[in-house]
């Protein structure tokens, strides 16, 4: 059960929760309070709906099972479409991608499921734009438009630690990623990636040592960041599941860079942290049901295997526009030039 110093500003109690109670360790209930900042804030008609699922690793013993079981709820939940962010295959070999690729089709219902690639998807060789569009029907880069919101989705090429010098993203798809940002400067825009960035939401308490985006291509990532506030970004990689909030306030969500930062547990093996060490938990599979509202996003983490919401992983988050100047971005890195 987690305590109610557990939540962050950003948790919001489900419809119909009017208090919070108080327990004894014991399970004896022994009063209840006012839902303060948990309560939630009239939000109005909602515009859309999506999944955000990450990390599905087809090759691992329940990836399989677990993607068919997260689309087929997606599915009968309704949802618009479905962002998947990286980390669709193990190890990059065929017979993963047409595991994946099979297992979308029969089990989306019809409803588009549009995916990034992560590092694994870059094992070996790394990946190509032919080889992800022959799987997933889109390139390294593309944007979709949903009413009057943008999605970018920017892909890995190269896995770094196996890579040696090859940085994860292509030049063209950076490029692209802050043309489509100019372009869209004053409208409410997500970005799905893969790899997060140093210290934030995913691996606040700096774990997980491997690929985190630190380098020049992480600086400019951050500089987009922190110069385009209407841009909220999506990202897994870590694994973490959304329990680690109770050990870390900033396990899925954080503000630091000026917009919203969200990460994505795996759906096919989530990661506890016991004693500061990385647990691996096979049995479970979470990800994300969004809500889209005028000025508004809500976030409800799933547990995939129950069909059950949690509440640690309930945000309401408010995405008000800001006015940005046309091409005064200056990226201080050279990434772009």
């Given at each position: 059960?987690e305590r ?5 500003p950003e948790?919001?109690?489900?419809a119909?929760v ?7 360790p ?18 109005g008609?909602m515009?859309?709906?999506f999944g ?7 090759g ?5 099972e677990d ?18 962010c ?18 979308v089709?029969?089990y ?7 995916p ?6 870059c ?6 734009d032919n080889?992800f ?9 593309y944007t979709?438009t ?7 989705m920017?892909?890995?090429i ?6 040696g010098?090859?940085?994860?993203f ?8 802050q043309?489509a ?10 970005v799905?990636q ?7 939401s995913?691996d606040?308490m700096?774990?997980?040592d491997s ?7 992480g600086?400019?990532?951050e500089?987009?960041?922190e110069y385009?506030p209407?841009a909220?970004?999506f990202?897994g ?8 909030q ?5 396990a899925?969500?954080?503000f ?6 969200l ?8 990661v ?8 691996e938990e096979y049995g479970?599979?979470?990800?994300y049901v ?7 996003i ?12 949690l509440?640690?992983a309930r ?9 940005v ?7 201080p890195?050279?990434t772009?030039l």
């Open positions: 059960m109610f110093t557990d939540y962050i948790n919001k109690a489900p119909g009017s208090r919070i109670a108080i327990y004894r014991s399970g004896m209930r022994v009063g209840s309070f006012p839902l303060g900042g948990l309560e939630m804030p009239e939000l008609t515009r859309y709906s955000a699922l990450s990390d599905v690793h087809i691992y013993d329940t990836a399989e993607l068919r079981r997260s689309l087929t709820w997606l599915k009968d939940r309704q949802v618009d479409f479905t962002c998947v990286g980390d669709l295959t193990v190890g990059n070999q065929d017979s993963e991608w047409e595991t994946y690729a099979a297992a089709a029969a989306s219902g019809g409803i588009p499921v549009y990034v690639a992560g590092n694994h998807d094992a070996g060789l790394g990946l190509t080889r569009r022959q799987y997933t029907g889109q390139g390294l880069f979709f949903q009413g009057e919101d943008v999605f970018i920017l892909s890995q190269a896995w770094p630690s196996q890579s010098s090859v940085q994860p292509a030049d063209y798809s950076l490029r692209s990623l043309q940002l100019e372009e869209n400067r004053n409208r409410r825009c997500f799905f893969h790899n997060f960035l140093w210290g934030g995913g606040p700096e774990l997980y690929d985190a985006l630190w380098s020049t291509q600086r400019f990532l500089s987009l960041m385009y209407n909220i970004w990202h990689h870590s694994h973490q599941k959304f329990q680690v109770t050990q870390h306030h900033k899925n969500y954080d630091d860079r000026g917009c919203h930062s990460h994505i547990p795996s759906l096919a093996m989530p506890n942290v016991v004693g500061g060490v990385r647990v479970e599979s979470q990800g969004v809500e889209v509202y005028d000025g508004h809500l976030l409800q983490g799933m547990d995939f295997i129950t069909g059950e919401p509440l640690i945000y309401c988050l408010e995405t008000p526009l800001a006015e100047a046309p091409d005064t971005y200056i990226d890195t050279g772009i």
